[in-house]
């Protein structure tokens, strides 16, 4: 039925890890060692590497301004039958017929009455409903009753003017057709300039007659005169204020149509096989002229027995498609409109082909006029003019119609079997499907879009055509607005009525394609009651997910910001339909799900409180932990829209909505993914613009504090800084975004950081013994939580929050309120409404608020502030609840473009992934990339097998790179591929090429001034690697293009909080471990590890556990309880997603197995060293059981068998160390001593070589190092020292 990539699959967003699995098994199975193409890699959704944005499609204007009617047709006939005009000297025999009777055969008075019958009747055909007036033989009176009465009835509609003159002489070079005086003695001259004046705009003239071109140059020339004089009687008004009034609006004949048989000097053919009138002939009965040219060619010798006579006996009707007749005008039809399409430019086509039923008819015909009559020496002009079509290729497809039809045509009529119905609308649609197999944006359209447009007209090809049509729009925005201009929205409409089950997956697909481009269909599907059909599709549980999803999206299409479609929606039960779907397996239905509600409830009150009544609002919070972060993300969203959907507030209202917003800061505030977090800010701003004054009031009395040292115990702010951190408001402050206490920085941060996200958390702060937070404890931790989003380590995030918070906090600049006023006022507060369910989110031990308590907590400070006495006093009620019932909608203080860039998404091909970023098309560049870096790994990891087995006997002592880096280094780590030497320092990052010694870039990590990276580490680097930075303030960052490729800067990927919420740790009693020069601070900063295999990065430092993140969902996988109270100092992963081994700063030594729940998941732990721990390596054996390498301050170096309870081999190394490595595969380990000196070693503890001093001529003494690292495969290191150098060692001297 229906070609499985035409529509979005699930599957589309699923791990690359998939798809290169499944495409390389059998590659893998032949080639082992090629375990790249099995590693998964992180963040490469669309929501890391696309920018987030609506779409970007200019929409043409393909629907029309103003559709027109034709509401009134003059016809006036100039025969004078049986006296031929002077100036005009016919052939013998020659051409009589006129509308297909020849006058000869009657009187002239009846052929006269009988040619006007029977031209209406075939102007009726093309408009049955238009106002038809015959003038036959008239006289110039007569011509003007009739064209000013017909102008009156018509109004501002358009009018047709059909003028015959084969009775009298050819029209004028002054611009005159003639007419006759009342006895028809004479020829009287009208002029056109009269007529002009008597039809008025808009019009169409049809001018069958010799020389007809003169009629269209003179009609110009009279429509630019009756401008000017227009123009002039209007200056003539206004200087001499004369009586006479100009018309209201200006003259526009210059827009009226015109039709004329031939140019200027061309007289019409008078072959007597071809009637008289074969201009009017060809406007009005196409067919059968066409049918007559046809069989007076010579190609139709080749169809034998046609005659003229038996072109007449063609059975059936032109409006019915099913039979001979009807089928050849409907594939005349697509021919002449699709020639149109291609030839004219689009605003024109748009005009006479899809404007006015009747003139596209005459146009459409015209085109066929243009091809008899050019063969017969006649020109046929028209204005506006078009360009020539009579060669056009289009047209041998009708002749092949032609032929084929009458080839059985004598078979037809003497057995009266069935016709063979023309191959021509499926040869077509062929030439429609070898175009998509090969077009593209760059390519010329396909010429066949009209015709399908036709075909959707039969039920025999309509499967077919939308299929095709629907695979046509997914190439893009330009294709959907290419269709439109084309005509298709009215067929599509139309189709929405069909019960054809087969049909619903193509509909829902090309109605999301022309929304997502063109959102103003929205009315015409309301109006047409085209949403019920989406409504049907959506809850029909047998209807795959995928097309739901296209069905949930058009109605999110048409409910957004259209009160209409939103009543239509919430009276076809949208919300009850959505929230029974909300945990479908596909998450795009569920992010569409989510932001249809969303869309619904905006501003409209009515679907909020249906939603309400379904409890809308905690169905959606199960998808707040959702494994995709779009849907989360999503979800939020949906909340937030609830929050602001409410018009008048109530104490119900508020509370539901203070519920969703602690459940909101509780949930998502540290959400790995910034997009979600963006949302959450959007969602939190209008609690803060709905109950505005409480914020306020916070916001002025923590102003107040962070002022007022001397009374901090009476203020809430800094009773939550006791709790947390004893630097909170230096942090939150709206004056001190970094903090200015730099006294023991370094030891509290981590701890400060963590406690300040804590506030936020209501499951993890103990506010019973704080009765001064019972008043509006609600907006303190919605402050609290915005506060700590206004320093998120994403900057996107932080500038939106901070566009909240700087609302309230400019706020409370301009209205500092003085003491007295305060005083006087404050403990009259309203409170927020307590509603019984106020317990359901507060913490245990916290207590329902009392207005004793809150005149305690509100009470300001009795020392006056500087300067109080000058600042001016605002109304009493802006600290009171009522002020914030202001009714109407909020204009948002920050806005996120999520919901837009999901809608592009429809815009977008979505059978096809983008061209050049495809790796499943092994043809594709991005495949022949990645398959080439492979290959590169696989020999580079063989190439260093034989260093790794040579260096255990040899000296690792050859100095291959050395430079100073800006600040004394922290952290070095090396690619495993690449030449990329990345070096921390401070809260910076550098990345060098230690191969040329190049610097490509240095760089600061964006987080706070006074954070350190404190941990580096290269993501997917078997493929484009990604930079990791760990600030220890807890944040995480991830850089793509860190190495300033092609002279692009660094850029932020993602950020995230690795460390909120965590209780920290105590202070490291070896912290004084004698000649440290590193470790003085006691703090570990943020120690990571990364796991490519499993994708999950583990995190712990200054705090009592350690938290595994999921780079897949973004989401906290678990926090693993550290059972130490001391700070974790080095962590090293098995790589297999199960073992995980920790060093504290106690010296001991513990391994956790991932497998386990959190809390049994420690399985030992070792506590030989007594000192803190420098790092924990896993290393497997020969035998197969893993081996942990740890190393302490005291220069003891212990090797650990994972099953037995106590190291089985100590090597001890100089007394005091202040940095050690170990290999990954090489039998080596290296330790940097007090005394300014590295020494390597192999596994046996023996001393292969020291390193003392820099190489060169009377190379100094190294500086004290503090840190070492190895390269993952090849027997190289590198050396950070407090003298700011860098320096890389290997075992072999460079080349």
């Not at 049986?82 to 002239?108: F, H, N, Y």
């Not at 690619?975 to 090429?993: R, Y």
């Given at each position: 039925m229906v070609t499985g990539d035409l529509f979005y699959s699930p599957t589309m967003s699923e791990s690359v890890d998939n798809r290169n699995g499944n495409k390389h098994d059998e590659y893998n199975n032949t080639h082992p060692d090629d375990v790249d193409w099995k590693l998964p890699i992180a963040f490469n959704k669309p929501r890391h590497t696309a920018t987030i944005e609506g779409v970007n499609c200019i929409t043409q204007t393909w629907r029309m301004k103003e559709r027109m009617?034709?509401?009134?047709?003059?016809?006036?006939?100039?025969?004078?039958?049986?006296?031929?005009?002077?100036?005009?000297?016919?052939?013998?025999?020659?051409?009589?017929?006129?509308?297909?009777?020849?006058?000869?055969?009657?009187?002239?008075?009846?052929?006269l009455e009988m040619i006007g019958k029977n031209l209406q009747l075939q102007y009726e055909r093309w408009q049955p409903r238009a106002r038809y007036k015959q003038s036959l033989d008239p006289t110039v009176e007569e011509v003007k009753k009739?064209?000013?009465?017909?102008?009156?009835?018509?109004?501002?509609?358009r009018v047709l003017f059909h003028y015959n003159g084969h009775g009298v002489p050819k029209p004028t070079s002054n611009g005159e057709i003639w007419v006759f005086n009342r006895t028809y003695t004479q020829y009287i001259p009208l002029s056109v300039y009269d007529l002009q004046t008597w039809m008025g705009a808009p019009s169409i003239y049809v001018y069958d007659c010799s020389n007809a071109g003169i009629i269209v140059d003179s009609f110009q020339q009279f429509a630019e005169q009756h401008e000017r004089e227009y123009e002039m009687e209007k200056q003539a008004v206004q200087h001499n204020r004369t009586a006479g009034v100009a018309s209201a609006t200006a003259p526009s004949y210059k827009n009226c149509i015109q039709l004329a048989a031939c140019a200027a000097s061309q007289i019409l053919p008078m072959n007597p096989d071809l009637p008289a009138d074969i201009f009017t002939a060809c406007l009005t009965t196409p067919i059968t002229i066409a049918l007559r040219w046809f069989v007076m060619q010579n190609t139709s010798k080749l169809v034998p027995k046609v005659s003229l006579d038996l072109i007449d006996k063609i059975p059936g009707q032109l409006s019915d498609r099913r039979t001979m007749l009807g089928e050849l005008n409907w594939i005349f039809t697509a021919i002449t409109d699709t020639i149109a399409w291609n030839t004219l430019p689009r605003d024109l086509f748009q005009r006479l082909f899809r404007q006015d039923l009747l003139v596209a008819s005459l146009f459409r015909n015209f085109l066929l006029a243009e091809r008899i009559l050019r063969s017969y020496d006649c020109t046929p002009v028209s204005f506006p003019k078009l360009p020539p079509t009579f060669q056009h290729p289009m047209w041998q497809a009708w002749d092949l119609a032609l032929d084929l039809s009458l080839a059985q045509l004598a078979a037809v009529l003497e057995s009266e079997t069935l016709f063979v119905h023309s191959p021509f609308f499926e040869e077509q649609l062929t030439a429609f499907q070898v175009w998509l197999t090969l077009g593209s944006k760059s390519r010329n359209p396909p010429e066949q879009l009209p015709i399908v447009l036709q075909v959707l007209l039969s039920q025999v090809h309509r499967l077919r055509a939308l299929e095709l049509l629907g695979k046509f729009l997914d190439l893009g925005p330009w294709a959907v607005n290419l269709a439109l201009s084309v005509g298709i929205f009215p067929y599509v409409l139309k189709l929405l009525q069909s019960n054809a089950r087969e049909l619903r997956p193509l509909l829902v697909f090309i109605w999301a394609k022309i929304l997502a481009v063109d959102s103003t269909c929205q009315a015409d599907l309301v109006r047409d009651h085209g949403h019920k059909y989406f409504l049907s599709v959506l809850q029909d549980p047998t209807i795959p997910s995928e097309h739901r999803t296209l069905a949930a999206f058009v109605l999110a299409s048409i409910v957004n910001n259209y009160p209409a479609g939103q009543e239509a929606a919430l009276k076809g039960s949208l919300v009850s339909i959505c929230l029974e779907q909300l945990g479908d397996p596909n998450p795009l239905l569920r992010q569409w799900l989510c932001l249809c509600l969303a869309r619904l409830w905006h501003n409209y009150d009515a679907a909020r409180w249906c939603g309400v009544r379904d409890i809308a609002h905690e169905k959606l919070y199960t998808l707040l932990q959702d494994p995709i972060p779009e849907v989360r993300a999503a979800a939020v969203y949906a909340l937030g829209t609830f929050i602001n959907s409410v018009t008048k507030r109530s104490e119900h209202a508020n509370n539901i909505d203070q519920i969703i917003a602690m459940t909101l800061i509780n949930t998502v505030s540290h959400d790995m993914s910034p997009l979600v977090r963006k949302e959450l800010v959007v969602a939190l701003q209008w609690m803060v613009l709905h109950f505005e004054n409480s914020f306020v009031t916070l916001a002025v009395a923590e102003e107040?504090?962070?002022?007022?040292?001397?009374?901090?115990?009476?203020?809430?702010?800094?009773?939550?800084?006791?709790?947390?951190?004893?630097?909170?408001?230096?942090?939150?402050?709206?004056?001190?975004?970094?903090?200015?206490?730099?006294?023991?920085?370094?030891?509290?941060?981590?701890?400060?950081?963590?406690?300040?996200?804590?506030?936020?958390?209501?499951?993890?702060?103990s506010f019973g013994n704080l009765p001064s937070l019972s008043y509006g404890s609600v907006y303190m931790k919605l402050w609290h939580g915005l506060c700590s989003l206004d320093s998120d380590p994403h900057p996107s995030v932080a500038t939106m929050s901070q566009k909240v918070t700087n609302h309230i906090r400019n706020q409370v600049k301009e209205c500092s309120v003085p003491k007295e006023v305060t005083e006087a006022k404050l403990p009259s507060i309203s409170l927020p409404p307590s509603p019984s369910s106020r317990a359901s989110f507060l913490t245990k031990g916290e207590s329902l608020p009392t207005v004793s308590a809150t005149s305690e907590i509100l009470r300001p400070p009795r020392v006056p502030l500087h300067g109080s006495r000058t600042r001016k006093t605002p109304p009493i009620n802006t600290i009171t609840e009522e002020a914030d019932e202001v009714l109407g909608f909020k204009n948002p203080l920050t806005t996120s473009l999520f919901v837009e860039w999901n809608c592009a998404q429809f815009a977008q091909p979505v059978s096809l992934e983008s061209e050049t970023e495809s790796t499943n098309d092994i043809e594709s560049r991005a495949h022949y990339e990645r398959e080439w870096r492979y290959l590169r790994n696989k020999k580079q990891r063989r190439d260093a097998k034989e260093e790794q087995i040579r260096v255990a006997r040899g000296r690792l002592e050859s100095q291959v790179f050395h430079t100073r880096s800006p600040q004394p280094p922290e952290v070095v780590t090396f690619?495993?591929?690449?030449?990329?030497?990345?070096?921390?320092?401070?809260?910076?990052?550098?990345?060098?090429?230690w191969q040329t010694g190049t610097r490509l870039t240095y760089c600061t990590s964006r987080g706070s001034k006074m954070a350190r990276v404190t941990a580096l580490g290269f993501i997917n680097s078997h493929d484009v690697a990604l930079l990791m930075t760990g600030s220890d303030d807890g944040s995480v960052r991830i850089w793509k293009n860190y190495c300033n490729m092609l002279g692009r800067d660094p850029t932020l990927l993602t950020a995230w909080q690795a460390l909120a919420d965590a209780q920290p740790a105590s202070k490291s009693p070896s912290a004084g471990v004698p000649g440290s020069t590193v470790h003085n601070s006691a703090s570990a900063g943020l120690i990571t590890s990364w796991e490519q295999r499993s994708l999950t990065l583990a995190v712990t430092g200054d705090v009592r556990i350690v938290r595994l993140w999921d780079a897949e969902t973004e989401l906290k996988k678990q926090d693993i309880p550290t059972g130490a109270d001391i700070c974790a100092t080095c962590l090293d992963t098995d790589g297999s997603g199960t073992l995980m081994a920790l060093g504290c700063g106690d010296g001991s030594v513990r391994l956790f197995d991932r497998r386990l729940p959190p809390h049994e998941a420690r399985v030992m732990t070792w506590r030989e060293h007594t000192a803190w721990v420098l790092g924990a390596y896993f290393r497997g054996t020969a035998t197969g059981a893993p081996r942990l390498i740890t190393g302490s301050l005291s220069g003891d170096i212990r090797f650990f068998d994972l099953r037995k309870n106590s190291s089985v081999n100590t090597v001890q190394t100089a007394q005091g160390i202040t940095a050690m490595a170990v290999h990954n595969v090489a039998d080596i380990f290296t330790c940097a001593s007090m005394n300014q000196c590295i020494s390597v070693y192999n596994m046996s503890g023996q001393n292969l070589n020291a390193i003392k001093s820099y190489e060169g001529f009377m190379g100094t003494r190294i500086g004290p190092v503090s840190c070492l690292n190895f390269h993952p495969y090849r027997v190289v290191l590198a050396a950070g020292c407090m003298d700011s150098s860098v320096s890389v060692y290997a075992s072999e001297p460079r080349r």
């Open positions: 009617k034709t509401v009134s047709v003059a016809l006036v006939l100039c025969l004078n039958v049986g006296v031929d005009p002077p100036d005009v000297v016919k052939t013998q025999p020659c051409a009589r017929l006129e509308c297909w009777i020849d006058p000869q055969l009657m009187s002239p008075q009846k052929a009739l064209c000013t009465s017909l102008r009156r009835n018509a109004k501002e509609e107040n504090s962070r002022r007022d040292p001397v009374v901090e115990t009476l203020s809430p702010f800094t009773g939550m800084r006791r709790i947390g951190s004893r630097d909170r408001l230096k942090i939150l402050s709206p004056n001190n975004a970094y903090g200015t206490d730099t006294t023991d920085f370094s030891q509290d941060r981590m701890k400060r950081v963590s406690s300040s996200s804590s506030i936020s958390s209501l499951g993890q702060s690619h495993p591929f690449d030449k990329h030497l990345a070096v921390a320092a401070k809260d910076c990052f550098g990345i060098w090429d």
